[in-house]
């Protein structure tokens, strides 16, 4: 079965107000329309994840229920997980290991630097700085979700939103 693992960094998000944690940062409104054109260019390609995990940060959730809103998603398909907060490739490598195999396509959103570690990690591709609501859509051959490790996927698409007109 052919897998594909869409790698989000979160929307642009604003900078941390004075008494305000990290975690409560909200999108911008140019945030906000880079997700929008972003999934919407996934719709229209049909690259429909069967679910979208997030961080538990303010702004991947907002970039994630942007995503679910524009895929057709419902919001129950969004699960939040607070080990993706922070996380290094390693425990993202955990975290995908222990997804259901019946899953073909998933969809994180994320955190630099680790979703660009991840995605060079698992395709050996230089992926370089990803901005916000960048996209990295990795496909992966007749293997388990387990089975993912270094150099196990191949690169189908890098997209940045400033790449799209819809």
């Not at 395709?123 to 496909?139: K, N, Q, R, W, Y």
């Amino acid at each position: 079965m052919k897998r594909s693992l869409i790698l989000i960094r979160h929307a642009q998000s604003r900078n941390v107000e004075p008494g305000q944690k990290d975690l409560e940062r909200e999108l911008t409104d140019s945030g906000i329309q880079d997700a929008s054109r972003l999934a919407r260019y996934m719709y229209l390609e049909e690259v429909i994840p069967d679910i979208v995990l997030t961080s538990h940060a303010t702004r991947a959730i907002d970039t994630a229920q942007l995503f679910a809103d524009q895929l057709k998603l419902d919001q129950s398909e969004i699960k939040i997980d607070e080990d993706l907060y922070e996380a290094s490739v390693r425990t993202l490598l955990g975290f995908i290991s222990k997804l259901d195999n019946s899953l073909k396509s998933v969809l994180i959103i994320g955190h630099n630097p680790s979703i660009t570690h991840l995605c060079e990690h698992l395709s050996t591709d230089v992926i370089g700085f990803l901005p916000p609501a960048g996209m990295v859509h990795l496909t992966f051959e007749d293997l388990l979700w387990s089975q993912l490790d270094k150099g196990t996927g191949h690169l189908k698409e890098i997209k940045l939103p400033d790449q799209i007109s819809l």
